[in-house]
């Protein structure tokens, strides 16, 4: 639950940081009109608390609903009967997940205040009209990350395989920390080995729009990997 909780935090707010540069404009036009930064954060506090008061009565319905859904689909899963069967609500489960909502709420509060106090009125008019700066990764290292990810993903799961999970001892650490390291450095190398196959593609990589698909493929692929 942790873990689930600290990617669904992560990903709310790379969602949020996503919609407030689509939004740049808007506010800039609001700024123009004589709002002040305080009103328009003020704004956004209670947009975002409506859309999160929706989403937490959704979610929590859902939640419900669908917990039952799988205890039942489980046990057909493992041929037990159900007898006597009975709505179980966890109040426990209901305050964790109001505990990590509003954390994360907090967490997206904090990051749209600080980004509309950083942003000026012409930053805010002139998003649409910013160039994406076209980072393209040394292959050379890209191979040697690559190769170091490798060897910590496979010290993990050997890690795994031998030890377990059962014992928590310092093997324990190191397999997570292996495996974490491991992942992170295969998908920041992957991007720049792929980008420089596909540049040596010459004929492929010069015909048509496929040098722009390309850069836009790449711009992608380095700035959104550690998702």
């Not at 873990?3 to 123009?32: C, D, H, P, Q, W």
């Not at 059962?166 to 390291?181: A, K, M, P, Q, Y």
């Amino acid at each position: 639950s942790f873990f689930v909780s600290l990617i669904m935090g992560f990903l709310v707010v790379y969602a949020n940081s996503y919609f407030m540069r689509r939004r740049k404009k808007e506010l800039g036009i609001y700024l123009t009109l004589g709002m002040s930064k305080s009103k328009i954060s003020l704004v956004y506090v209670l947009e975002t608390s409506l859309v999160a008061c929706l989403a937490l009565l959704v979610g929590l319905f859902m939640g419900i609903f669908f917990s039952q859904f799988m205890a039942i689909f489980t046990a057909y899963l493992f041929e037990t009967k159900i007898t006597n069967y009975q709505l179980i609500i966890s109040i426990e489960a209901i305050g964790q997940c109001l505990a990590t909502f509003g954390l994360i709420f907090l967490l997206v509060i904090g990051f749209n205040i600080i980004s509309i106090s950083r942003y000026k009125l012409v930053d805010f008019l002139y998003s649409e009209r910013e160039s994406r700066k076209l980072h393209t990764r040394n292959p050379k290292k890209s191979r040697r990350l690559l190769f170091i990810g490798v060897i910590c993903i496979l010290i993990s799961y050997f890690g795994l395989l031998k030890n377990g999970l059962e014992h928590w001892n310092i093997w324990i650490f190191v397999t997570v920390f292996s495996g974490v390291l491991g992942t992170i450095l295969f998908f920041y190398s992957i991007t720049g080995i792929i980008t420089a196959f596909i540049r040596k593609k010459e004929s492929w990589y010069y015909k048509d729009l496929n040098m722009f698909l390309c850069r836009q493929l790449n711009y992608n692929m380095n700035s959104n990997f550690i998702v």
